[in-house]
């Protein structure tokens, strides 16, 4: 009796520790604050290569002609930025590291982690666990079983799959360069209205050469719903889009983060005009 | 049990997983028209088809008939048909996709022509997407040879249907005032056409001076305006009867006529002693409501398309502007607050925006406004220009535009053009004589 308790109370324990261990999401504390480091590479988006729509394209001038500015300001002081690729090879002194965590703890609200973990390597992400990626696998659920039948429901998803965009496995530069490509591939169907919430999300596997090994609309049940015209539309441009990108020219290394991609096709921006 | 734990791990590892997925914005792309090639239709048995209808070329004037309709949409650039390598027969019965997609076709058209037994001529035609290698339409339309046209303006449609999402509007007419002689002396008939200029027939012999020919939505019916022993009244024609009545019993004259959405009602002013307001009558019972009472100038009414409100122009305000008021008078609200004269607003038939007439600094604009007044957009500008009409999908507008006379008092002609709501393709639509007022009919295959 005394000797089956015991051992109860042993495995129980066990177990306890175990998953206390292995599971990221029992500990309370987030581990995010160790390993984020590369503060100073923040502001690389806003620096996007490729032109904006014309309009746009005034301010972004602008905007460069003052960073411009800055920057002389900058090359005299000591360099503190660390390289763009891989910020997880930099080691870091001790000293240094317990001030970025003291400044971290103090600054902790959602919407910090949410701009600082876009500038975490991929690794670190996998370890990151904050509000927003909840929402995320609440989402991914959704699309696995969520009823679609109601254009409201949606468009919530589409809205929740928009702020979800965190995980970025490549650079900015190389985000880009995606970009322009299928910029080029996509005639926007013109007669589209600009006043309705119309996101096409087309998820592609590529090979290491960068041509496309499968693609397929998520939500493509919707495509053949009666009054959803505009979404079939809008999808079937994006596919061509893809097709006639297709091989992408993608960058020769880091294949394992680009191997799977998600385009979310929105053409709102450009038909408002 | 088992099954909980596995499915549970499961979903934790998968999702962990899914993380990798790189998520990309694409909010741009190239805004050119979407190449179009367009096949000729090719006679399956050129045996069966008679002398006449061989003289006619219907092979080739179906895919130009329809290539005119994609192309003066602006949605649509048509490839040059001397580039297709294919045979049409081949590219309707299995197409190689290569060879289209060789010269930059994303989507192609094929089709073919049949006498039946009946001597009916039956029309097949498939619309193909090259670069995704499928069939993605497919029709076969029956016809009495002669109404060959409608069958493709039908086909245009229906390729519009299935590349933008929104009805088309090619299978329509136009309604207008032929204009001929000169200016003291304007012989003016009611002339109506196909949309794209053909079929032009003259309705009334210029006896009587007529103006604001407007459509009923199902089409049948028109209401005018008409000089009749010098007084202008509203009139009504059946254009399949020909049968001519007056419009109400008023004591003065009644103007600026138009159906509402569902076709039951006219509304139109009315004016006594120099004041005039709006009145609708319903067609069946003849019974007449005044909607407007107000000292000042109150014309150009337009219902909107769910028949809850309607727009018009009053110059209460001391200046011409637009109006929304609800279907039985009450609750009036001025809309239009910008710089310059408003005048005739019509609600679009997908009921988000109001169509009107601008006068800003000597120069006359077409524009667009939200039913708030929000969102005020000017489509385009010239010497003289007024009263547009909507297609019936709400996206392209219908207007006349007169040219600036010479000093001698000739050459002012009026013709007539389209533009859609981009404001950027503005196009003439090509009439025997000069034109004004048009207006464009609902779809007539609906």
């Known amino acids: ?273 | 049990m088992k099954k909980f734990y596995f499915t549970f791990f499961s979903i934790l590892f998968f999702t962990h997983a899914s993380f990798a997925v790189v998520k990309i914005d694409i909010t741009r792309g190239n805004l050119e028209p979407l190449p179009i090639a367009i096949s000729k239709f090719y006679m399956d048995d050129p045996s069966k088809f008679s002398a006449e209808l061989k003289a006619l070329k219907l092979d080739e004037k179906m895919s130009e008939v329809i290539s005119n309709n994609l192309k003066r949409s602006g949605l649509f650039r048509i490839i040059d048909p001397k580039s297709y390598i294919q045979s049409a027969r081949i590219a309707h019965a299995k197409p190689t996709f290569q060879d289209w997609a060789l010269i930059k076709a994303q989507i192609m058209v094929s089709g073919k022509l049949v006498i039946d037994k009946k001597k009916r001529l039956r029309v097949e035609f498939r619309l193909w997407d090259v670069v995704n290698t499928k069939e993605i339409e497919g029709l076969a339309l029956f016809a009495t040879p002669n109404s060959w046209r409608r069958i493709a303006h039908i086909i245009s449609d229906k390729i519009y249907e299935r590349m933008t999402g929104e009805l088309g509007y090619f299978d329509t007419r136009i309604i207008y005032v032929a204009e001929s002689g000169p200016k003291d002396q304007r012989v003016k008939k009611l002339a109506i056409m196909d949309q794209d200029g053909a079929n032009n027939k003259y309705l009334t012999l210029g006896n009587e001076l007529v103006l604001t020919p407007r459509f009923n939505p199902a089409s049948q019916m028109i209401t005018y305006m008409s000089y009749f022993k010098n007084l202008p009244r509203v009139y009504l024609l059946n254009i399949e009867t020909g049968m001519q009545e007056l419009v109400g019993d008023f004591p003065g004259m009644t103007f600026a006529p138009r159906f509402s959405s569902d076709g039951r009602k006219i509304i139109m002013s009315f004016a006594k002693d120099g004041n005039s307001d709006i009145y609708s009558m319903d067609i069946k019972s003849r019974l007449v409501e005044q909607l407007t009472s107000h000292p000042s100038i109150d014309t150009s009414p337009s219902y909107s398309s769910d028949g809850k409100y309607i727009t018009f122009n009053s110059d209460r305000s001391g200046a011409q502007q637009i109006y929304v008021m609800k279907s039985d008078g009450s609750k009036v609200k001025r809309i239009s607050f910008g710089q310059g004269l408003y005048g005739t607003p019509v609600w679009s038939p997908r009921g988000d925006l109001i169509a009107f007439t601008k006068i800003f600094k000597g120069n006359f604009y077409i524009g667009v406004m939200r039913s708030d007044g929000t969102g005020e957009r000017l489509l385009t500008q010239n010497y003289y220009q007024e009263a547009p009409s909507w297609s019936p999908n709400g996206r392209v507008l219908i207007f006349y535009r007169e040219a600036k006379a010479k000093k001698s008092g000739l050459g002012a002609s009026s013709s007539l053009w389209s533009i859609d709501l981009t404001g950027y393709n503005e196009r003439q639509i090509k009439t025997p004589t000069d034109a004004s007022d048009p207006a464009w009919s609902g779809l007539l295959s609906k």
Not at chain 1, 68 to 86: L, S, Y
């Open chain 1, 1 to 273: 009796m005394y000797r089956s308790v015991s051992l109860s109370v042993l495995f129980h324990l066990g177990f306890v520790l175990l998953t206390a261990l292995t599971l990221p999401f029992v500990k309370k504390e987030p581990i995010t604050a160790q390993q984020l480091i590369a503060i100073d590479i923040i502001q690389i988006s806003e620096k996007t290569q490729i032109p904006f729509a014309p309009k746009a394209r005034e301010i972004i001038e602008k905007i460069k002609k003052e960073k411009k500015k800055e920057r002389v300001v900058t090359k005299q002081a000591p360099p503190k930025v660390t390289p763009k690729e891989k910020p997880k090879l930099v080691p870091l002194p001790d000293k240094l590291k317990l001030k970025k965590q003291e400044e971290k703890k103090k600054k902790q609200n959602p919407k910090e982690v949410k701009e600082l973990s876009r500038q975490s390597s991929e690794f670190e992400k996998k370890e990151l666990f904050d509000p927003n990626k909840i929402a995320a696998l609440i989402d991914k659920s959704k699309e696995e079983t969520a009823d679609i039948q109601k254009k409201q429901s949606l468009e919530a998803t589409q809205n929740q799959d928009q702020t979800v965009n965190l995980n970025k496995g490549i650079t900015l530069s190389q985000e880009d360069a995606i970009k322009a490509q299928i910029y080029k591939c996509w005639n926007i169907p013109l007669g589209l209205p600009f006043d309705q919430n119309l996101l096409v999300r087309i998820r592609m596997k590529l090979r290491q050469d960068g041509s496309i090994l499968s693609s397929e609309v998520l939500d493509h049940r919707r495509m053949n719903q009666p009054g959803q015209g505009y979404y079939k539309v809008l999808a079937e441009s994006a596919l061509r889009a893809v097709k006639l990108c297709d091989p992408l020219k993608m960058p020769s290394t880091g294949y394992e983060k680009w191997k799977d991609l998600q385009l979310n096709f929105d053409a709102k921006e450009m038909l408002r005009g």
